[in-house]
């Protein structure tokens, strides 16, 4: 294989894995709690912040990693309990609230930095050479982590206890709070979890993209588009949504400018949503 | 302006917009009674208009500490035409709409003499007629930016795309470099730069082997790092805005490109973000904190004594150097007109010059509405500082030539 085709093929690879770890936490939230939640971007900043600190200050983006789905689903359990669970019943003002929120994390967060962007190491900053092509570990590391990630998690919603009682709450609450269970805690518990998740991918990511107040906002339209495309309701679904715009955004920006490439995407997004409006599984449920 | 994204700014944040527009308008009416037109013994207002919040909030941050240093600095010489200047800070938020209602209160309300500001073009564009035309105030706009200001009662205070792009090539022309890949974000600025750079590559007898841009909200740029690894040529001449300048230009450089990295946008603001791959990096500023003119270095070293909090964001992709000559610029031209009055100014303008500014004199083409400007090639180190390569004197701009 050329060396371009490697590249190529790792491009694609690599932007997909990417969207799809940015998508998990929203695929919990979004998705599966059907809550408009505007400032998933703000989240997976915040998991970006908590990574920036530990590499700038403790010199170890690996301890970021860890803490951050610690610090953001906190955080995320500190929301629901002030604010999100009020917004259940009124659809439109959780986008509002949540639109407020983020966006006061994020010119809080510009209001704190002195430069427009700060790079933040890789914690493998090495390269390995593949048929030609020097590709970036950590990149490498990403596609495997996001693979383990959606399984994992995928895993212990549809095949364990608590995944069913987790489902059970959101898709009739009525009936599991009679059966015994606090739907409150299930709410706050399951909105903390997609946090968490959101908060891992911002601290995995950021080496990527450098830290700067735009970075979750700045892929949250994509990130709803994939939520869209895969179906509310539901947790794999945006996930093979993410899938299904990535691969092929990535595929044609190879051949054609990767303007055009976005474009195409949005339309093809559009005119999926046409014929399926209930997602790729819909009718399933 | 240029180095950060332009178009994506007024889509996205459509939502925060219309929230943000009803403060402005809440603050607007309480700020009324401040309005009283200003004796002629009184200090004269400058309108400061730049971008306090938003996406271009760290560049905010540096303008208004530039304009109040310029201001204090002139008002304790004794201000202009005797009389203190006032500054009169408006936050265009990096939102057109508000932009238009601030520059509105500057000119009607506020009854500044002279607006500074604007971070990206947008914000020109939408605050010129406001300002410029029906407010009939003079406008000065501190940009390096992509050509083509030409409106009535606007200056133009920094540097045209030929004053960057033509002697940056011909430097790399004469290297022995032949073959130039562009590279940009899209949008006006980037599509304007590289044009020049295809016509003066292609005048000097290299060629361009590749041409490509990506969409401004593209976080990822790594299909963009694959063609210009495959096109392998000799000069990756790039204008990608942040925040897809770090990791589009890591890319290429791990990816084993062995060329030479060219841009528009690099110097001490940017080439930091970028890390160690930002060796070599070559740029064309009109000021670079390495110029070593003795009044440049003094200024530099009071502005980071006297605003502390903007140390560090004195560079020239800030503007920082264009809106400390703006001011003087305007002073010296109501001191030659002998009054106020926007007319008078404005031809005076016209042949205005400073021999002494940050970066170097400046004076004004006579009938261009931009700046002759002191150019330096700069070469970025792995620590993102900058060595001036070559000083270029003072180079004409290319506009505005009927």
Redesign the interface.
């Known amino acids: 294989m050329s060396p371009e085709l490697v590249r190529g093929i790792f491009d694609v690879l690599s932007l997909s894995s990417i969207l799809i770890l940015l998508v998990i936490g929203m695929a919990i939230i979004v998705g599966m709690m059907k809550v408009f939640n505007m400032c998933q971007g703000e989240l997976v900043l915040l998991g970006a912040v908590t990574g920036f600190l530990c590499s700038t200050y403790l010199g170890n983006l690996w301890i970021g990693i860890l803490l951050a789905p610690i610090v953001v689903g906190i955080f995320g359990l500190f929301l629901e309990r002030t604010i999100i669970h009020r917004f259940y019943i009124n659809p439109q003002g959780a986008l509002l609230a949540t639109f407020a929120i983020g966006l006061v994390m994020r010119e809080s967060l510009r209001n704190r930095m002195s430069t427009q962007s700060s790079p933040v190491d890789a914690p493998i900053k090495e390269l390995v050479t593949i048929g030609g092509a020097n590709l970036p570990i950590w990149r490498i590391v990403i596609i495997i982590t996001t693979i383990i990630l959606a399984l994992s998690i995928g895993y212990v919603l549809l095949k364990t206890n608590l995944g069913v009682k987790v489902r059970a709450t959101l898709d009739n609450p009525d009936l599991v709070s009679v059966s015994g269970i606090s739907t409150k805690w299930m709410y706050a518990g399951t909105y903390a979890f997609g946090s968490a998740l959101s908060g891992f991918a911002g601290a995995m990511i950021v080496p990527l993209q450098t830290l700067y107040p735009n970075l979750g906002y700045d892929n949250l339209i994509l990130m709803f588009i994939a939520v869209m495309i895969g179906g509310l309701g539901q947790f794999v679904g945006p996930l093979a949504g993410a899938a299904l715009i990535a691969i092929p955004g990535a595929v044609i920006g190879q051949f054609i400018s990767p303007v055009t490439g976005q474009i195409l995407v949005l339309v093809f997004a559009i005119i999926f949503m046409r014929f399926r409006p209930g997602g790729i599984f819909q009718g399933r449920r | 302006m240029n ?2 994204k332009e178009g ?1 700014s007024r889509r ?1 944040t459509a ?2 917009s219309a ?1 943000a527009a009803v403060l402005v308008l809440a603050a607007c009416s309480s700020g009324t009674d401040s309005a009283a037109p200003a004796a002629d013994a009184g200090p004269v207002k400058v309108g400061v208009l730049t971008d306090m ?1 938003g ?5 905010g941050k540096s303008n208004e500490a530039v304009a109040k240093f310029t201001i204090n600095e002139i008002n304790e010489n004794g201000g202009v035409l005797g009389r203190q200047l006032e500054m009169v800070l408006a936050d265009s938020a990096t939102d057109a709409a508000i932009a238009t209602q601030v520059a509105s209160r500057l000119v009607n309300q506020d009854k500044v003499a002279v607006v500074v500001g604007g971070v990206a073009s947008f914000t020109r564009v939408a605050v010129r007629d406001v300002i410029a035309e029906k407010g009939n105030t003079l406008y000065i706009w501190p940009a390096s930016y992509e050509g083509g200001e030409c409106s009535a009662n606007v200056w133009n205070t920094g540097s045209a795309p030929n004053q960057q792009v033509d002697p940056t090539v011909e430097y790399l022309l004469a290297q022995g470099k032949k073959t130039f890949f562009l590279a940009g974000s ?1 949008y006006l600025y980037p599509r304007n730069i590289l044009a020049r750079v295809r016509q003066v590559v292609e005048a000097g007898g290299g060629s361009i082997v590749g041409e ?4 401004l ?8 790092v ?2 210009v ?2 096109a392998n040529a000799d000069v990756l001449f790039e204008v990608v805005v ?2 897809g300048t ?2 589009f230009i890591k ?1 290429v450089v ?3 490109y062995k060329g030479k990295i060219a841009g528009t946008l690099f110097d001490e ?1 940017i080439n ?4 160690a791959q930002a060796e070599g990096l070559i740029g064309m500023q009109d000021f670079y904190l390495s110029v070593t003119d003795p009044f440049t270095q003094s200024q530099v070293a009071k502005f980071n004594e006297q605003h502390p909090e903007a140390a ?2 004195f560079s020239a992709t800030f503007n920082a150097p264009a809106w400390y000559r703006s001011i003087y610029l305007w002073k010296a031209a109501v001191e030659k007109a002998n009054s106020f009055d926007t007319a008078a100014v404005n031809e005076a303008m016209d042949s205005i010059s400073l021999e002494q500014s940050i970066g170097g004199a400046v004076s004004f083409e006579p009938g261009t509405k931009h700046l002759n400007l002191q150019m330096y090639l700069g070469e970025s180190k792995a620590d993102g500082s900058n060595v001036v390569l070559k000083s270029l004197g003072s180079i004409k701009p290319l506009e505005c030539q009927s």
């Open positions: 180095i950060f994506r996205k939502l925060a929230v919040t996406a271009f909030g760290i560049v899209d490509e841009y990506v969409p909200d593209m976080t990822d740029p790594s299909n963009l694959s063609k690894l495959a942040l925040p770090a990791p890319g791990d990816g084993g603001g930091p973000l970028i890390g560090g964001l």
